[in-house]
């Protein structure tokens, strides 16, 4: 499938990766013989935490308390909804009519739980060091962004100043994106009610609002 070359994995047991890609409103209108995803989901969500955990000791030095924070960066539902568009798994995932017909290909929590799927077929059919290339092949690239090297959380920094008076919000706006699905920059702006106070650009959403609300604290001198 073409699904592998995206991944750079290919199969020995082709059952396994349609395992992954069945959602279970296909399996329940289809009696499927292959099941559906939600063991692999189960498992992979494990699996997952454990490459990332070893990934994070070996290279950082840092307290339990930001490991986790960076940790959980990685591994919630939003990065991994990016992670699964950066392969465009929505295309080849088997859905039941309705969950396709309300756009389940594009809804996070389903794009989300198939790559956490798709990370235990690649563990169950290659073994431990498979997952983990295929793991730290998206990782990585998140850990080599400006909102990681940093090891701030510049938007929870900004919002806790804010605070202080009641009346001010803050709030983020996607202005542009640019690039290739496999490649895209986002462009972000962060505005104090309706004034620019920083921008940012990054690979994903989260990094460019990240970056946006480090320049806003350079601007406010914090």
């Known amino acids: ?7 750079e994995y290919h199969f020995k047991n082709a ?8 959602h279970s409103s296909y399996s329940n209108e289809m009696k499927s013989k292959y099941g559906n995803n939600e063991r692999l ?3 992979g969500d494990s699996i997952l935490s454990v490459i990332v955990s070893d990934h994070l000791y070996k290279k950082f030095d840092l307290p339990e308390g930001e490991l986790t924070r960076i940790r959980a960066s990685l591994v919630c539902e939003a990065t991994l909804a990016e992670f699964a568009m950066e392969i465009a798994l929505g295309e080849y995932l ?3 009519k309705g969950e396709s017909q309300m756009g389940g290909r594009n809804r996070p929590s389903v794009l989300a739980d198939a790559f956490e799927a798709l990370i235990a077929a690649v563990f169950l059919d290659g073994g431990i060091e498979a997952a983990r290339v295929f793991v730290l092949s998206r990782v990585q690239s998140r850990l080599c962004d400006d909102e990681v090297a940093g090891f701030k959380d510049y938007k929870t920094i900004l919002q806790e100043i804010i605070q202080h008076n009641p009346e001010e919000k803050v709030k983020y706006y996607l202005v542009g994106e640019s690039g290739p ?6 462009d972000v702006e962060v505005r104090l009610n309706s004034n620019v106070i920083g921008r940012g650009s990054g690979k994903s959403k989260k990094t460019a609002e990240q970056l946006a ?7 406010m001198g914090n």
Do not use: V, W
Not at 1 to 7: K, L, P, Q
Not at 15 to 22: D, E, N, P, R, V
């Open 41 to 43: 989901e189960f498992l």
């Open 213 to 219: 609300a480090k320049e806003a604290l350079e601007l």
């Open 181 to 186: 699905d496999h490649d895209k920059r986002f």
């Open 94 to 96: 088997l859905l039941g």
């Open 1 to 7: 499938m073409d699904i592998e070359n995206r991944i």
């Open 15 to 22: 059952a396994i990766l349609q395992t992954a890609l069945t």
